[in-house]
């Protein structure tokens, strides 16, 4: 049993620091780094660069958040720690 618990904790924090990382990538990469060539293009009268800071990120965001509650909800059934 520990070591099925310790499985599942570190596919756990895999996933967790895998969504991590994309949320990094896309809330510092593209909304602060890019963000200088992607304001050569305009989404819905906004410079592309401010609308991934202002809109972009957020979307990215919820989409991590529907990721995570399916991985965990796959990962609970698989690990046998699931709710019925």
């Known amino acids: ?40 293009f305009q989404l819905g009268g906004a410079p592309l660069g401010f609308w991934f800071a202002q809109q972009g990120s957020i979307y990215v965001f919820i989409l991590l958040i529907w990721i995570y509650a399916r991985r965990m909800d796959a990962l609970d059934r698989q690990y046998d720690v699931h709710e019925d």
């Open 1 to 40: 049993m520990r070591s099925s618990l310790h499985g599942y904790w570190r596919a756990n924090v895999r996933l967790i620091a895998t969504l991590l990382a994309v949320w990094f990538l896309t809330a510092y990469g593209v909304s602060i780094v890019l963000a200088p060539y992607l304001n050569q």
